[in-house]
C-alpha cells in the first residue's frame, strides 16, 4: 500500500513532534500524540522518533506506517 503524503503548513520556524501530531489531525489531544511516539509509531525522514519535543522544520516529514500517511510541514 502506498502511503497517502499530506502537506501541512505551519506559520512558524518550527513545531514540536506532538503538536504538529495533534494541529494536522492524527491524534485529537497532545496525549495521544505523545503515546504515538513512546510507541515508536512515528518516524521523522524516515527514523523511528521517540522524541516528543522534535523540533520539525519545512521539509520535514512524519510518517505513521500503521495509517499510511506521511505528513510533510511546508
Known amino acids: ?3 497517502r503524503v499530506e502537506k501541512i ?4 520556524d518550527f513545531i514540536k513532534l506532538d ?3 495533534k494541529f494536522a489531525g492524527v491524534a485529537e489531544t497532545g496525549g495521544m500524540g505523545k503515546e504515538l511516539i513512546a510507541e515508536g509509531k512515528v518516524k521523522v525522514n524516515g527514523e523511528i522518533c521517540y522524541m516528543r519535543g522534535k523540533k520539525l522544520r519545512k ?5 505513521l506506517e500503521e495509517l499510511g500517511l ?3 510541514v511546508i
Open 1 to 3: 500500500m502506498k502511503a
Open 9 to 12: 503548513e505551519i506559520s512558524t
Open 19 to 21: 503538536s504538529f501530531l
Open 59 to 63: 521539509g520535514d516529514k512524519a510518517e
Open 70 to 72: 506521511i505528513l510533510e
